[in-house]
Structures are given as C-alpha cells and as structure tokens.
C-alpha cells in the first residue's frame, strides 16, 4: 500500500521515462538494416555500374548528354523482385529500383557531375541485363516497363539516404 501511495505521489516522472524507452526501443527496431534489402541494393548497384555512361544518359549539369567514357557509380534501392514473394537473393530473377548514378571525371566536384536518376529493371541473367527509361516527353516509357502494382514505388526517389550519401563519399574518393 505504501509503495503504491509512493508511486502515485513521487513515480510522475516513471510515465515519461518509460514512454522515452518504448519510443527508442520502437526506433531501433526500425533502424536495423534489412539483409535482403541491403542484397538487392548491392546486386543493382553493381549491375548498373558495369553500364557506360551512354546507356545510362548521363547528363552533365547543363543538361546537355555526356558522350565520352568514364567511371560511373552508382546508388540504388529496390522497390519490388520478380518473383514478388522472394525472400533470399538466390530466388529472385528480376530487380526492380531507384537509382542514382554520376560518371567519375578527374578533377570534377560533384556540384558538376555527370549523373542520372530514375526506375530501373536489372534481370539476373549473367550478365545481368539493365532496362532504365529513355529520356523523352512521354511518361509511358517509364510505366511501360514496370509492373502496375509497382509503379507508385517507380516514381519515388532512394528513401535511404545513407546510400546517396555513400555514393557521394566514394564520388569524392574516386575523383582525386
């Protein structure tokens, strides 16, 4: 009785205490990298890095078409896999992401990089085969080549920005 008596006068302070630990715990769970997902990420980004920068329409900043050869590097993110009910690298034969990739020129700051974004379809084939949108004024290109359930996810950009940072880093490190 007195240690309830205690808690009701002098345990205020217990709530949002425990309401702290609960929203920390919540946020740890959702930060916990996803294996699978890292994989496909990995898998894309390797796949879209073997791409010279013509296949990939590398434009410059001032929107003009890169037409010379170069390291490019890559970010990507997967938003679905064919099949969709894959859950290891080994079962998936298709990869659908969002890239971002930027062509390597010596001396070039990133603010100047040659780069491209957008959906992108890599089969796992050997070599895999990569399928991005061509550039042009017709939005059915992009939806074209993604399946329907998927193309609200087409349409978004990377979501973890640990991978455009990255891709950053090792812009900055290859460029030297």
Same mark, same amino acid.
């Given at each position: 009785m007195c240690l309830v008596l205690f808690l009701r006068?002098?345990? #205020? #302070? /217990? /709530?949002?205490?425990?309401?702290a630990v609960a929203i920390l715990a919540a946020g740890l769970l959702t930060v916990q990298p996803n294996r699978f997902q890292d994989q496909l990420a990995a898998r894309a980004q390797t796949a879209l890095e073997q791409l010279s920068p013509a296949e990939l329409e590398l434009y410059a900043p001032s929107g003009h078409a890169v037409d010379h050869g170069g390291k490019v590097l890559c970010a990507a993110e997967s938003f679905g896999t064919e099949p969709p009910t894959a859950k290891r690298i080994e079962d998936v034969q298709v990869i659908y992401a969002v890239y971002f990739c930027a062509m390597v020129k010596p001396g070039t700051p990133w603010d100047y990089a040659s780069r491209s974004s957008g959906p992108a379809v890599i089969a796992l084939t050997d070599p895999p085969a990569v399928q991005t949108a061509k550039s042009g004024v017709d939005p059915g290109r992009v939806w074209a080549m993604?399946? %329907? %359930? /998927?193309?609200?996810? $087409? $349409? $978004?950009? /990377?979501h973890e920005w640990g991978r455009l940072a990255g891709l950053r880093t090792r812009y900055e490190q290859a460029v030297v």
């Open positions: 006068r002098h345990g #205020w #302070w /217990l /709530l949002p205490e425990l309401v993604i399946p %329907d %359930d /998927l193309e609200q996810k $087409a $349409a $978004a950009s /990377l």
